[in-house]
C-alpha cells in the first residue's frame, strides 16, 4: 500500500508538471486575499503582462506580454489556443505595449515598441494589416477599436490620437493633443471616444471630429490618469491615476464614485452592467473589487509581484489580473462581503 501511495503521489505530481508546460491551469501562488479563494493561474508569458481584453461572451481572455506575445485563451479548458509573435522591423525585439479586441473575439489591435501597429484576424490567426505613421521615441500609447471592428484610434507619445479605416488601413483624421494621452476607449456605437492622460485630462469627444463634449474634473492637477474602461451600455466610465479609481457617469461628467488605493492605480475594468469595477496597482502590487452602486469594498488581495493589467467578465463574476513576471490569475468575485 505504501509503494503504490508513493507511485500515485508521482503520478499526480508529473501530471501537474505537465500541465503547467502546456500551459493548462497552474497550482496558485500564495498572494495575501481577503474574502475571496486562493486563485487559478493562466501560465505562458515570461515577461509583464501589459494588456488584457475579454470577449462579450466571457468565454476567451486576450493577453498582451513583454516578451513580445499576444496569447488567446481559453478560459474553460485554462490554455493558450493561439500566440502571436510580431516580428519586430527595426528592434532585437518588439514588446507589445497596447492592445485591443472587438467584443466578438474576432479582431485585435495591438501595437509595438517599433511603433508599428497591426490588426488580427483571430479566427484565421492571420494579420490582415498594419497602421504606419506615428513617430515617437517611446512608442505607442494606447490603442482602441470599435466594437464593429470598422475603426481604430492610436495615440503615442508625438502628441497626436488619430483615426483610422480598418478596411484600407487609411488614416482618416488626425487630432494633435497637448498632453500625451495613455488610454482611449470608444463609446458603444463608435461615435464618440473616451482618452485620458497626463495632466489629469480625460475627456469625451466626438470621433468624427475632435471636438470635446464632456470633460471629466476631480483628479488634482499634474496627476496622470492611466486606464480607462467603459460599461457595454457606454452610460458609465471608469478611471484609474493617481491614488485613486472613480466612477463617471458619460453624459454629464458627474463623478459618482472614489475607490481609493495607496499608490497608483494602473488598471481599471468594469463589469457589463457597471455594477462591478476592479482596480489593480503596480506598486504595492494590491487588486481591489467594488460594489459599483454602493462605493463599497468587495474583496482585495495582494500580490507578491506588481499588478499591470485587469480585466472583469461581463457578468463580473471573475477578475483577471496580470502581474510583472508574466502570470495570470483568474480571482472568483467574493459570495459575501469581506469582514469590517
Known amino acids: 500500500m505504501q509503494i503504490q501511495g508513493k507511485r500515485l503521489g508521482l503520478l499526480v505530481l508529473v501530471a501537474l508538471l505537465a500541465a503547467s508546460a502546456l500551459g493548462l491551469w497552474a497550482a496558485p501562488g500564495r498572494p495575501e486575499a481577503e474574502g475571496v479563494e486562493s486563485p487559478k493561474r493562466l501560465v505562458g508569458h515570461t515577461d509583464r503582462v501589459d494588456c488584457l481584453a475579454i470577449t ?3 468565454l476567451r481572455l486576450l493577453s498582451a506580454g513583454g516578451e513580445g506575445t499576444v496569447r488567446l485563451w481559453d478560459l474553460a479548458a485554462g490554455k493558450a489556443t493561439l500566440t502571436i ?19 466578438d473575439g474576432r479582431l485585435a489591435l495591438g501595437a509595438s515598441s517599433d511603433n508599428i501597429i497591426r490588426l488580427w484576424d483571430l479566427t484565421a490567426d492571420r494579420e490582415r494589416l498594419r497602421l504606419v505613421g506615428h513617430q515617437a521615441e517611446r512608442g505607442i500609447s494606447a490603442v482602441a477599436l470599435s466594437a464593429d471592428g470598422r475603426r481604430a484610434l492610436t495615440t503615442s507619445t508625438d502628441l497626436t490620437v488619430r483615426l483610422w479605416d480598418l478596411a484600407t488601413g487609411a488614416e482618416l483624421r488626425r ?12 463609446t458603444p456605437d463608435g461615435r464618440r471616444a473616451i482618452s485620458v492622460g497626463e495632466e489629469a485630462t480625460a475627456r469625451l469627444w466626438e470621433v468624427e471630429t475632435g471636438r470635446e463634449l464632456v470633460r471629466f474634473r476631480g483628479y488634482p492637477d499634474h496627476t496622470d490618469i492611466c486606464s480607462v474602461a467603459l460599461s457595454a451600455d ?14 463617471w457617469d458619460v453624459a454629464t461628467g458627474r463623478e459618482l464614485r472614489q475607490f481609493n488605493h495607496e499608490s497608483l492605480v ?19 502590487g494590491m487588486l481591489r473589487l467594488w460594489d459599483a452602486e454602493t462605493g463599497e469594498p468587495a474583496g482585495r488581495f495582494r500580490h507578491e509581484e506588481g499588478l499591470w493589467s485587469v480585466a472583469l467578465s461581463p457578468d463580473g463574476r471573475r477578475a483577471f489580473t496580470g502581474d510583472s ?7 472568483e468575485w467574493p459570495t459575501s462581503p469581506p469582514a469590517k
Open 266 to 284: 494602473l488598471g481599471v475594468a468594469l463589469s457589463a452592467d457597471g455594477r462591478r469595477a476592479a482596480s489593480v496597482s503596480r506598486d504595492d
Open 85 to 103: 509573435t510580431p516580428p519586430s522591423i527595426s528592434l532585437p525585439r518588439s514588446d507589445v505595449v497596447a492592445m485591443a479586441m472587438t467584443p
Open 325 to 331: 513576471v508574466g502570470v495570470i490569475r483568474v480571482w
Open 234 to 247: 457606454g452610460r458609465l466610465v471608469l478611471t484609474g491615476g493617481e491614488r485613486t479609481a472613480r466612477l
Open 175 to 186: 487630432f494633435p493633443q497637448q498632453t500625451d494621452v495613455t488610454a482611449l476607449a470608444f
Open 56 to 58: 462579450a461572451d466571457g
